[in-house]
């Protein structure tokens, strides 16, 4: 449309053949929030993108199979390999969030009538046992007590009394209470079962080792906006061979044909179309995955360490208690009760209106009881421990909670000369 027309429109309707397009010009809305906050990222995720993510993500769109994009995507299926530790599965990232991982894994793997055991100790165990009742699985929840790992003498004494078990699924690290979950158990039995072993490591690849091959992990899916340093929007997964052959021979087709981790398997190994890429949000997840492996994957499990335990130092020193013991830990986040009497939404409010940190609230039965603060990728760095601490040094006596001036700073500090240089 001419710019002429154009006014002609606006003042008055167009008119084509006879149809009357007629349309109020109306002010443009003014935009309530034109630029978002700087905000530091310490919830659950997303965590802070890299700057230099962010800018890989503003290099013109090209074809999802330009033949130089073809390029782009065999790097990243590389780069995967390295960060999940496999030489054997195919490495790939899914258009979606942690959750389309979850999802592709469960509707992939799983036929109606297929017998899984989950083992389940917090929020994201629970999710992944509602989409695998949507799929018509034989389906075994086994729970154990959130805050501790999932016991593998309840998933030995399940596999005793079955037989014929495709699947036995479980989180590697459980956002929702802070544990990281011990593989090595839950795979051998796996194994000596002959079942899929599938693992949601959506918080711990890129901050925790995540070994695939090793681990004999059949199915293994991450996110991108946790602690390789992206925002959200893709899942990476490693698929091993034997669960490829599972997916391509399988009786039926799966009910979820965006998510049939077969055709996508083939659009990142043969560059066959299957549905529009995300050619932004991949080239984000190369320089995301370059960044990762530029630290080194050793350095960047030490960093995400120190700073856990230099925050950890600190909020025990302002009184706080841990919600999960010292074995139990995972460095990508931390949750802690909240003091009785306190005002959960008062102080996470305080947080982020003043200071610009975000944490994160309780899910499920935590909910209301604790506070989840996340360090992970681009925000697991000690400025942001020291800037939280002393956020909420001025913020806890406002709320109730009386502590010692300086105290989880100082604390911090102190931790950190016992464990190694500075992140
Ligand atoms: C362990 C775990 N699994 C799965 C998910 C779901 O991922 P997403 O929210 O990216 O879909 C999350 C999200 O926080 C998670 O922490």
Same mark, same amino acid.
């Given at each position: ?9 606006? #003042? ?46 503003? *290099? ?28 054997? *599965?195919?490495?790939? +990232?899914?258009?979606?969030?942690? !959750? ?15 017998? #899984? ?15 695998? #009742? ?9 729970? !154990? ?57 959506? =918080? ?6 995540? =070994? ?6 059949? @199915? ?5 906006? $946790? ?9 990476? +997964? %490693? ?6 052959? =599972?997916?391509?021979?399988? $009786?039926? $087709? ?7 981790? %077969? ?37 960047? @499990? ?7 335990? +230099? ?22 986040? =931390? ?33 209301? $009881? ?8 681009? *925000? ?31 604390? %911090? ?5 016992? *464990?190694?240089?500075?992140?």
């Amino acid at each position: 449309m001419t710019g002429a027309m154009l006014s002609a429109y606006n #003042a008055r309707g167009l008119s084509t053949g006879g149809v009357s397009l007629r349309m109020q010009k109306k002010p443009l809305p003014e935009s309530r929030m034109p630029e978002l906050p700087p905000r530091i990222l310490l919830g659950p995720g997303p965590s802070n993108a890299e700057p230099r993510v962010l800018r890989a993500m503003m *290099s013109p769109v090209i074809g999802y199979l330009d033949p130089d994009f073809m390029l782009v995507l065999d790097e990243v299926s590389e780069l995967l390999k390295v960060v999940f530790q496999t030489d054997e *599965s195919i490495t790939m +990232a899914l258009s979606g969030t942690g !959750s389309a991982g979850m999802e592709a894994g469960i509707n992939s793997l799983l036929e109606p009538g297929d017998t #899984a055991i989950l083992c389940v100790c917090g929020f994201f165990g629970e999710r992944m046992a509602d989409m695998a #009742a949507r799929v018509g699985a034989d389906l075994v929840v086994l729970r !154990s007590d959130w805050g501790t790992p999932f016991p593998a003498e309840m998933l030995e004494a399940e596999l005793k009394r079955r037989s014929g078990v495709k699947l036995v699924a479980t989180v590697h690290a459980e956002t929702s209470t802070g544990v990281l979950q011990p593989l090595g158990d839950i795979s051998r039995l796996a194994r000596e079962y002959d079942a899929l072993f599938m693992v949601d490591a959506v =918080t711990s690849l890129g901050g925790t080792a995540v =070994t695939v091959d090793d681990l004999g992990i059949d @199915y293994c899916y991450s996110a991108t906006q $946790k602690c390789i340093g992206c925002p959200p929007g893709l899942s990476p +997964a %490693a698929l091993s061979l034997r669960s490829h052959e =599972t997916v391509r021979g399988r $009786k039926h $087709k799966p009910a979820s044909w965006y998510l049939d981790l %077969a055709l996508i398997a083939n659009y990142w190994g043969e560059h066959v179309y299957h549905h529009t890429a995300p050619v932004s949000m991949i080239l984000g997840l190369r320089e995301g995955l370059r960044m990762v492996l530029e630290e080194g994957l050793e350095a960047r @499990y030490a960093r995400h360490a120190r700073t856990a335990a +230099a925050l950890r130092a600190g909020l025990e020193a302002l009184g706080l208690d841990l919600v999960v013991a010292d074995a139990h830990r995972l460095d990508q986040i =931390t949750p802690v009760w909240i003091p009785d009497g306190v005002d959960d939404q008062q102080v996470r409010e305080a947080l982020l209106r003043r200071h610009n940190i975000e944490i994160g609230r309780g899910l499920g039965q935590f909910s209301g $009881k604790v506070w989840r603060v996340g360090l992970m990728g681009a *925000s697991s760095r000690l400025e942001n421990v020291m800037a939280l601490l002393a956020a909420l040094e001025e913020i806890l006596p406002e709320a109730g909670f009386e502590v010692g001036a300086g105290a989880g700073v100082a604390a %911090a500090s102190k931790a950190l000369t016992t *464990s190694g240089p500075t992140a």
